[in-house]
């Protein structure tokens, strides 16, 4: 299996195919398009039967190796996944909704759903480097990303970390995760906006005097997020699928990341009938399903649901190639995706603050269940759009107590912490602080790291 770059259609794209481990170490594409695999590789529907009741870490390798197997040894990949997953994908039903389930994606180390990609993208990094090989991962967050990056690659022999988020735009309890994970990964907090962070990481890779530090993304452009995104779906679709019925899943969206994770499941031959992408009021996707125009969201607009702030999702560079477009990373489009058969596997849905946190609230009288605003966003369209009994599985990608703010405010009550979180709390802060200047970060790495 190899891997091609979205934008090898234009005129200067990069026609090459490289493998996984050059993917994975170098994150973008030379012509900074996103890496694709050069197939969807399919899986009967009695060996995804045979994943039934299987542990997590076996579901991973079997998944993975279908992409991996030429770079890595099937014994090794199940090493590696027995050691990134030591928790599970709980799944809830709802009382007053029985079609609805609840998949919790909180239960990893820094509580959001990032860790089930992190954890696995750092010792598949780890491995797959060479031995004296060096390398600096630069990661801009505007909340869970880096903290999910930072906690994954803690202690690696031979590999940095640096996180970039803005000040004050992140919630008291991910500053925390940001600041006390220590060791090899540095926190950089950026008096300015998530775009400039973002925009800081991005120059950086293309900066000549930055080359000898080796650097790579672990942003969600990079393919060693996406593939074990593609995992969970089957393990919880088993969860909650009686026989091999389809299903409809639900997908609280910002980059698109997670939701591409879910159509190359279902390519992969996984019976789901609908995707239903919900966002904030960042509705680019929405909006373009709908009238068939990309316009991106500029500036991003700032929600309750903060992780999905993102005007121009780069992930959909990957939805369009997959039907047969082209869009650049300004979001740009070169040529047309087949938008009629996109359509018939995935639906846009956007939710407003005003009815994420009504719905917070709702929720919680009616069920008991705690569920915080990224999670609402995805129960709220679920339910709006519910037209039959189609069991539809929805994602909670973070843990309530990520977002007490707003539960305390509607429900009157502090959510109680995960050990994941108890652990975080007590543990020093360490972080420097930088102005809003490219240049500024660039000396800071020329100087810190080595
Ligand atoms: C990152 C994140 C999202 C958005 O996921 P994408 O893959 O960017 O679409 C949603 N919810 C939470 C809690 C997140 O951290």
């Known amino acids: 299996m190899l891997f091609y770059s979205t934008n090898h259609h234009l005129p200067h794209g990069f026609k090459e195919k490289v493998s996984f481990t050059t993917a994975l170490l170098t994150g973008q594409a030379p012509d900074e398009g996103l890496f694709m695999p050069e197939f969807v590789p399919q899986l009967s529907e009695n060996q995804i039967k045979g994943l039934r009741n299987q542990p997590y870490f076996k579901v991973a390798t079997e998944i993975l190796k279908a992409f991996l197997q030429n770079e890595i040894e099937e014994e090794t990949l199940l090493e590696l996944t027995r050691q990134a997953y030591t928790f599970d994908v709980p799944v809830e039903k709802v009382r007053h909704n029985p079609n609805l389930y609840i998949a919790r994606m909180d239960a990893g180390p820094t509580a959001s759903f990032k860790d089930f990609a992190a954890q696995i993208m750092a010792r598949l990094m780890n ?182 702030n993102v005007g121009n999702p780069s992930n959909l560079a990957r939805l369009f190639d997959l039907y047969g477009g082209t869009l650049d990373k300004n979001g740009l489009q070169h040529r047309e995706p087949d938008l009629v058969k996109i359509r018939e596997h995935i639906t846009g849905f956007e939710v407003t603050d005003a009815q994420t946190i009504g719905y917070v609230k709702d929720f919680y009288d009616k069920n008991q269940i705690l569920i915080e605003p990224h999670g609402a966003v995805g129960l709220f369209a679920a339910e709006k759009l ?45 972080k420097t602080d930088l102005e809003a200047s490219y240049e500024t970060f660039k000396n800071w790495l020329l100087t810190n790291i080595k």
């Not at 973070?398 to 979180?421: D, M, Q, R």
Request: hydrophobic residues 40%.
């Open 386 to 430: 519910e037209t039959d009994n189609t069991k539809t599985i929805v994602l909670e990608t973070a843990h309530p107590a990520k977002f007490p703010e707003v539960i305390e405010k509607e429900l009157g009550f502090s959510p109680e912490l995960p050990e994941s979180l108890k652990k975080v709390i007590n543990r020093e802060e360490k």
């Open 127 to 308: 491995k797959l480097k060479s031995e004296n090989q060096k390398i600096t991962i630069l990661v801009a967050t505007s909340g869970d990303t880096g903290s999910a990056i930072g906690e994954a690659f803690r202690g690696l022999d031979g590999i940095n970390v640096v996180i970039l988020y803005p000040k004050g735009e992140v919630s008291a309890i991910q500053r925390k995760q940001l600041t006390t994970v220590g060791e090899n990964v540095k926190a950089l907090e950026i008096s300015g906006k998530f775009d400039d962070c973002q925009l800081y990481v991005k120059k950086a890779f293309s900066d000549a005097d930055l080359q000898n530090l080796n650097l790579t993304s672990a942003n969600s452009i990079n393919i060693g997020r996406l593939l074990p995104q593609v995992v969970y779906y089957f393990y919880m679709y088993l969860k909650v699928a009686a026989d091999f019925e389809e299903v409809d899943i639900c997908i609280p969206t910002g980059n698109l990341g997670n939701a591409m994770g879910c159509e190359l499941a279902r390519q992969m031959g996984l019976p789901v009938r609908k995707i239903i992408v919900a966002t904030n009021a960042n509705h680019a996707i929405p909006e373009w399903l709908k009238d068939g125009k990309y316009q991106k969201v500029e500036p991003s607009v700032n929600c309750l649901s903060n992780a999905m």
